[in-house]
């Protein structure tokens, strides 16, 4: 199967800084990517859809100047949390498909795990 | 809108025993539906789909999974449970052919597989 590499993997910092974090498609070029924030021990919640070359695709609630999504490449997306708070703790994972590839299935990285501090 | 149920937040089974995981779910048009498995601080890893075709599809691992259009579900199970198949499972769907590729999940359910 197609793969997707998430980095880092952990991460902490102190609030009020940035963090980014990168989704790369190793094996295909991905036309979507999908971001999603996951608190303990519940579903995954979609925060935005990353389109190549265009502008990103929010779920209402989720903050589009907190969450910055940059998907310049057909392999790559980055999600930048701004000004980071403890409240944005929490485990973020990508995912990534192409009907290019003729697969109906997403692919997912192997998740983010911030600490705000 | 597209929803997916797990009515189970934990199943707990003997190893060697069958186990189901249950998933009912509820789109406009065809489904597309699948099964995928999250091991702790990790990603989620594919499982199986149900796409067209055969009711019964099976999967990684040993797991399978029977679509039932009449009752909306797409369970999951396994013949005999292995330890190792203790895992947070999640079920998902989306709109079939031309309904593009967002995903909506359930909430999951924890698999406990014991001795």
């Known amino acids: 199967g197609a793969v997707v590499s998430q980095h880092p993997s952990w991460v902490i910092c102190k609030s009020g800084t940035s963090v980014k974090i990168e989704c790369r498609s190793l094996?295909?070029?991905?036309?979507?990517m999908f971001w999603y924030r996951q608190f303990p021990k519940q579903s995954l919640m979609l925060m935005a859809t990353s389109n190549e070359g265009s502008k990103a695709t929010y779920e209402q609630g989720v903050e589009k100047d907190k969450f910055l999504i940059n998907h310049a490449s057909l392999t790559l997306s980055t999600l930048t949390v701004t000004s980071a708070h403890p409240e944005d703790s929490s485990f973020y994972i990508c995912?990534?498909?192409?009907?290019?590839?003729?697969?109906?299935?997403?692919?997912f990285g192997q998740g983010t795990r911030l600490t705000v501090v | 809108a597209q929803s997916v149920a797990q009515p189970e937040d934990q199943v707990n089974v003997a190893e060697g025993n069958p186990l189901t995981v249950k998933c009912t779910y509820s789109?406009?048009?065809?489904?597309?539906l699948f099964w995928y498995v999250q091991y702790p601080n990790r990603g989620l890893q594919f499982l199986l789909k149900y796409i067209t075709g055969d009711n019964l599809v099976k999967g990684s691992y040993g797991f399978e999974a029977e679509f039932n259009k009449s009752q909306t579900s797409f369970h999951l199970k396994k013949p005999s449970a292995l330890v190792s198949d203790s895992a947070l499972y999640f079920c998902?769907?989306?709109?079939?052919?031309?309904?593009?590729?967002?995903?909506?999940f359930g909430t999951g359910t924890q698999l406990k597989v014991e001795l």
């Open positions: 789109v406009s048009g065809n489904p597309y």
């Open positions: 995912s990534a498909s192409s009907p290019r590839t003729g697969s109906t299935e997403a692919f």
């Open positions: 998902a769907v989306r709109r079939g052919s031309g309904g593009g590729n967002k995903l909506t």
């Open positions: 094996d295909f070029q991905a036309t979507t």
